[in-house]
């Protein structure tokens, strides 16, 4: 999982066929730690093209032979854009599929009457090898980032946002399965379960069939209408019915004393309730319903609520005037569109209705007469008749709800993830801008009453000056001199305003200064920065712990300008919702939000890496395979002892075992220049690597046996794992590797490529296509690498525009501010975002790398748009895209 670069250096690799894989070695058995559902004997298909390339940990497949398969060769991944969806394929595009562990007692007891692997495909569009090796990989622990990077062969080069969709998908699945298995042991103990009921219960998929199914045999349930039938003894005369309605008499059934057996309408009625049951938990029945579903139009109504109890306000159901009269398909409708439904549902302002047509009930009627629940034999008119109620009974009660429940639900779950992915892209826009460095920066957050709180931070970061300025009050001129003193005498000409209350008056303030050049010579700036979350962060334990004799006011100041300086380290402080990633973050499950965005906030701090020796302990924690406690053994080491030396040395660390290394090594950056220098003052074996304990103390890990010289292979992406590779390269292009980064390194790599072709240096290196792509990067990119570099910076600007000064037809350039589901708000400098519809987001329109599944753009990004409407009144924009620059 590479972001897109732009580097000269990069060497791109050619098509090619791999060689023929060697023999697999046999699979060790292990024990998962997480319950996974086994898959079924009738996928031997999938299995027969299958070989195991995870071997153990000791082997990566990294580093295993290629498998006979053609390579792809495709573009470069970007931070910035969704997963594409996959189209299956016979063949294995890329990479080599794995056979899928064996069952373990955990999986027996959790075995259902559908296959994972197979379900899984068909729910993520992903080929089942590929749905194979990523369960593999889950169950032993790899986390989305090791996965992206280090294991593309395995995955066929997907990218983390897909990841993470298949592990939602997953995660869903093996909780039915969890929850189905638990139904069945408490019905057991119950003695309600019945061979029909556990056939019923393994063939559910998701956890709305299973509620339709157990439902009437939950504690405290009075019982269904068919359970009431079953207990008059009605059951023998409903399967007679179908079975033999030759030998069936209704009439025998008769008890005058009995109620609901006191005549032969109330028989008639009880073997009728019994049928419907029997048909609406039938999977041939349900599966026909919902294929016929797929084939006709199904819409989703809304219309406004008669609110009687409660008085609703005014403002409120305003809002949802779109919806008060709504009718749309449910393969149409947009997910913003649901999400507002189901708001407006939840507020009771909006009353909501699946409409499925009586053509669908009509056929599903004639379906199951004629065909699926057709008499054996020949039936009196008077049981089909009976069978004709069942049916439709069915259909009406049980089948049509059930449907209802499965329709709102898929959507609802669609939308949730779909906005939740598309609050996870504007976080990782935010998260990867790009850094301002070697800047002396003022922050300002702006205030009315309470004044406007400055803060001026020097290029390290450090806290040079704090202060509080009444901007908006009599003393302007006065608190002007007061800023010019202060910038001058810092050197800094570059403020940075917070974008909250009394931004867009400070805005003016300064601009107005800055047009009749109030501070020359210094040339000063600005530039707008989002402060989400800076208030809740400043009063926060970690902002206590790092500020503790600054007032919350000024911490704030202190964060909006180091979210200008280094972005992606000052809002990892952040909980990620708090930092405004989109609209509806309220209306989806919190649960999947908040997995979502760390995810995001972890593979960005991995892929952009950190160097060990400086970083801070928050920024650690989202390193993927560490955690708060790891990270802060990290630190206690590394004040203790001094500064690790290579990646090896982390081992030494307490609570970091094989697999945390193995997730976390490829993530860590070692700065080579600090490293000689520190290494230089002690002897070879002179620094001791937390070894000197006292003889009686029990030592967590033998770091005495720790490497104790630099790598410059350190400095890189190259994980450790491929280090063996990765100097046999070095060897075989005659290149030293002291020489990584540099433009001789670069030379030597390329001539090598040029001269024996990509197959025969895979070949020689016996290794994989991706594996060999991570070690080239790793060795021409410059040290200090960061692929934040490309990133669009913060505009810099000098003077403001009104929203009176726009006309109809006027060409602006301006940067996403926010993406949503039905459009993109655009900052274009007037104080009001204006809005990009999403019909006006066409291809032609996005540059090659910027064409997405969804969207294709994300905030940050710079564009150049056309103004088609104001309205002034409501502060309204509406744009129009011309390009993406």
């Keep these: 999982w590479e972001p897109k670069r732009k580097v000269a250096s990069r060497t791109r690799l050619p098509k090619t066929k791999e060689p023929k894989p060697k023999k ?10 997480k319950a996974a559902v086994p898959r079924r004997k009738n996928v031997k298909a999938v299995e027969a093209k299958t070989i195991n390339a995870l071997d153990n940990d000791e082997k990566p497949s990294t580093s295993a032979p290629l498998v006979e398969n053609e390579v792809k ?101 093996y909780t039915v399965a969890k929850k189905t298995h638990g139904t069945i042991q408490k019905l057991k103990k119950e003695g309600k379960l019945s061979v029909s009921l556990l056939t019923a ?66 028989v008639e009625c009880g073997v009728q309730q019994i049928l419907a049951d029997m048909f609406a938990k039938d999977k041939d029945t349900l599966d026909f319903i919902r294929k016929l579903c797929r084939q006709r139009y199904i819409c989703i109504q809304s219309s406004l609520a008669k609110v009687s109890a409660k008085k609703v306000n005014e403002k409120d159901v305003d809002k949802f005037q779109l919806y008060q009269n709504f009718s749309c398909g449910i393969r149409n409708i947009q997910h913003h569109q649901i999400l507002a439904i189901n708001r407006g549902e939840n507020l009771k302002i909006l009353t909501v209705k699946v409409n499925v047509p009586d053509g669908v009930k009509n056929e599903f009627c004639r379906w199951c007469v004629n065909e699926r629940w057709r008499p054996k034999s020949y039936a009196r008119p008077e049981l089909m008749k009976v069978l004709h109620y069942s049916v439709e009974d069915s259909y009406k009660r049980l089948i049509y709800p059930l449907l209802c429940r499965e329709f709102r639900s898929k959507l609802t779950s669609d939308a949730e993830k779909e906005s939740v992915m598309m609050f996870g892209r504007n976080l990782r826009q935010l998260l990867l801008a790009s850094p301002v460095r070697g800047r002396t920066l003022m922050g300002v957050d702006p205030g009315y009453k309470h004044g406007c709180k400055l803060a001026i931070i020097s290029p390290t970061s450090q806290i040079l000056h704090t202060d509080v300025v009444y901007l908006h009050s009599g003393q302007r001129w006065q608190e002007a001199e007061k800023i010019r003193k202060l910038l001058q005498h810092y050197n800094c000409s570059t ?74 380290a000052e809002l990892v402080k952040i909980e990620p919702k708090h930092i405004g990633v989109g609209m509806y973050q309220h209306d989806v499950s919190q649960t999947l939000l908040k997995a979502t965005l760390d995810g995001v906030v972890e593979e960005c701090v991995s892929f952009v890496g950190v160097d060990i020796n400086i970083c801070s302990e928050i920024l650690l924690r989202h390193i993927a395979g560490l955690n708060a406690n790891r990270a802060k053994n990290i630190i206690e080491w590394r004040e203790k002892n001094g500064p690790f030396v290579n990646r090896e040395h982390l081992k030494s660390v307490k609570g970091l075992g094989p697999k945390s290394f193995q997730q976390c090594a490829g993530f860590i950056r070692f700065n080579q220049e600090y490293i000689r220098t520190f290494c230089s003052e002690f002897a070879p074996e002179g620094h001791k690597s937390g070894a000197d304990e006292k003889p009686g103390k029990k030592k967590s890990k033998p770091a005495a046996a720790t490497v104790r010289r630099p790598n ?67 060795l021409v990119q410059p040290e ?43 900052d274009i400098g007037v104080g009001r975002a204006g809005l990009i519809p999403i019909r006006n987001i066409t291809e032609e329109k996005l540059s090659k790398a910027k064409k997405r599944r969804s969207l294709g753009l994300g905030p940050g990004e710079r564009v150049e748009v056309r103004v088609l409407n104001i309205d002034i009144p409501r502060s309204r924009i509406t744009l129009d895209l011309i390009r993406v620059l």
Excluded at 24 to 33: A, G
Excluded at 206 to 222: C, M, R
Excluded at 236 to 248: D, G
């Design 495 to 568: 403020v940075v305003i917070g974008n909250g209350t009394a931004c867009r008056e400070t805005e003016a303030y300064f601009a107005d200064l800055i047009m009749k050049k109030y501070f020359t010579p210094l040339d000063v700036s600005y530039c707008i920065a989002n402060e989400a979350g800076a208030s809740i962060y400043s009063v926060s334990p970690e902002a206590c712990k790092e500020m503790p004799d600054l007032d919350p006011n000024l911490r704030s100041a202190v964060s909006i300008a180091r979210r200008v300086q280094d972005p992606l």
């Design 24 to 33: 697999p070695k046999e699979e060790p058995k292990s024990v998962t730690k």
């Design 73 to 173: 060769s495709e573009e470069d991944f970007t931070f910035d854009e969704p997963p594409l969806k996959r189209i299956k394929s016979a063949t294995c595009p890329q990479g080599k599929p794995v056979k899928l562990a064996r069952s373990t007692n955990i999986d027996e007891e959790n075995k259902m009457n559908w296959d994972i692997v197979q379900v899984l495909s068909d729910r993520t569009n992903i080929e089942e090898w590929v749905c194979a090796n990523i369960i593999r990989l889950f169950k032993d622990d790899n986390t989305i980032p090791f996965i992206a990077r280090y294991r593309k062969e395995l995955i066929n080069n997907l990218e983390a946002d897909a990841l993470r969709e298949v592990q939602q998908t997953l995660e869903e699945l």
């Design 201 to 266: 219960l393994l063939n559910c998929r998701t956890l709305e069939e299973l509620d339709h199914v157990s439902a009437p045999y939950k504690t405290g349930s009075k019982g269904t209408k068919a359970q009431r039938a079953k207990q008059l003894g009605l059951e023998p005369a409903a399967i007679s019915l179908i079975e033999n309605p030759r030998e069936l008499n209704l009439l025998s059934f008769v008890k005058p004393d009995v109620k609901g057996l006191s005549a032969v309408q109330e």
């Design 712 to 778: 410059p292979l350190d400095q890189t992406c190259i994980h450790p794992e491929s280090y063996d590779v990765a100097m046999r390269f070095l060897t075989f292009t005659e290149g030293s590797a002291n020489a990584i980064g540099t433009p001789e390194m670069q030379q030597k790599v390329n001539a090598v490529i040029e001269r024996e072709g990509i197959e025969e240096v895979v070949k020689r290196m016996n290794t994989t296509l991706p594996t060999l792509q991570i070690i080239i990067d790793g």
């Design 784 to 826: 200090g690498y960061d692929i934040r570099k490309d990133f669009d910076k913060p505009d810099f600007k000098r003077s403001i525009v009104c929203l009176e000064d726009l006309s109809v037809g006027t060409i602006l350039t301006g940067r996403v501010e926010n993406a949503t589901l039905f459009g993109v708000f655009v």
